[in-house]
């Protein structure tokens, strides 16, 4: 079982930027697909953004296209989520997934690891 933790959400004013982490429990995540999604209140958890294993591959929903990144570090096994130009909708609890045997996607379902959440705040 892989256990992942976030990090690093917080309350910024619009316009602000955060990075999360995303640190998991075992020492082969660097063999799993990783996906950033979120949840706002009374909202359904929504897709983020995806990485491949190596890194190499990134897809994004619209809504953050151009100003979120997604990256991996696997020597430091960790997962980024770098958040510019934030939104006030843009406040949400935001998770980090795993999968070993995705392609590119968008659905909660293909993930098998989950964190706990970590909230970020936008402020108008």
């Known amino acids: 079982q892989v256990h992942l933790v976030e990090s690093g959400g917080g309350l910024v004013q619009a316009g602000g930027s955060l990075r999360l982490s995303c640190a998991p429990s075992t020492r082969t995540f660097s063999i799993y697909a990783e996906a950033w999604f979120r949840q706002a209140p009374g909202k359904e958890r929504e897709f983020v953004a995806h990485i491949d294993w190596s890194g190499s591959i990134t897809y994004y929903a619209d809504s953050v296209m151009g100003r979120f990144t997604i990256s991996r570090d696997n020597a430091k096994n960790t997962v980024y989520l770098q958040m510019n130009s934030l939104k006030p909708e843009d406040t949400a609890v935001y998770y980090c997934?795993?999968?070993?045997?995705?392609?590119?996607?968008?659905?909660?379902?293909?993930?098998?690891?989950w964190g706990q959440g970590t909230q970020v705040t936008v402020s108008s």
């Open positions: 997934a795993a999968a070993r045997d995705v392609g590119v996607s968008t659905r909660d379902d293909d993930y098998d690891h």
